[in-house]
């Protein structure tokens, strides 16, 4: 991983606002995420994790505020420039997200055939090199449904890759996997951002894939980052907001509204 904070971040969301028929999700919401940086952000459900993960790859816009990745901000981009721009990206979805009709060798090569003029040839040892990478040998030609549910995940996160991507984005990896399933993909996570050189922001309500990835941890409260620190320091925290939820207790701030 990667601790260094470098001057210039590689995506950054600035007082950002947004509702949905009235119900205010973000609100004034800022964050920023250095090249080559792990960030984790954590919150308890309906805090807008998952509504920050489709702002940073332009999947919604603001009302107000502004993202900015790679120095580009996205509020100003058209559709057709945003469609371009999210070549930065790879994104992995909760289950996967795999189509059912394809193996998982089509469904990797899926972006491939669509965004690169890549020969078949080419195709064929790229999707190789990505199962390698996520420790998937000789199931090319099975389906999804013949997967389990943690190998679904890693070919999604092959299928992520396949663009050389600059950011790596995953939404709840690990949710709905046993904890030896879970273990798997928190330490192909870190290998994955150690041999790739990723800039990762990861959402999860898992605190112990959480500690185990993170450079740095960000906590998401009533719309706002309540806290973004050091993996170690976020352990520590006295915040109540914090605590709270570290300790999974019923009692505390988070449950008293």
């Given at each position: ?7 210039v971040p590689m995506i950054s969301l600035r007082d950002v606002h947004k509702s949905f028929n ?36 332009g999947l919604i816009r603001p009302d107000s505020g502004h993202i900015v990745v790679a120095t ?186």
């Open positions: 991983m990667h601790p260094s904070i470098k001057e009235g119900k205010k999700v973000l609100d004034g919401l800022s964050i920023e995420v250095a090249r080559g940086e792990t960030l984790v952000i954590v919150g308890g459900s309906g805090t807008g994790k998952s509504v920050t993960l489709k702002h940073i790859i580009e901000d996205l509020c100003c981009l058209s559709s057709l420039e945003l469609n371009r721009f999210r070549r930065l990206f790879g994104m992995s979805f909760q289950e996967g997200a795999l189509f059912d009709s394809m193996n998982v060798f089509e469904n990797i090569a899926f972006p491939l055939r669509r965004h690169t003029h890549k020969t078949e040839g080419e195709i064929r040892d790229r999707v190789h090199e990505c199962l390698d990478l996520v420790h998937l040998d000789g199931v090319e030609t099975r389906r999804p449904s013949e997967l389990s549910g943690g190998m679904r995940r890693r070919v999604g996160f092959a299928r992520a890759i396949s663009l050389e991507p600059e950011i790596l984005l995953f939404d709840e990896p690990t949710t709905g996997l046993d904890p030896v399933s879970s273990d798997i993909i928190a330490n192909l996570i870190v290998e994955m951002d150690e041999r790739l050189n990723t800039t990762t922001v990861t959402i999860t309500h898992d605190m112990k894939i959480a500690f185990k990835i993170a450079d740095r941890i960000a906590m998401l409260y009533k719309g706002k980052v309540v806290e973004a620190s050091p993996a170690e320091e976020f352990r520590a925290s006295e915040n109540p907001i914090v605590r709270q939820f570290i300790e999974g207790r019923a009692d505390g701030p988070l449950t008293e509204d």
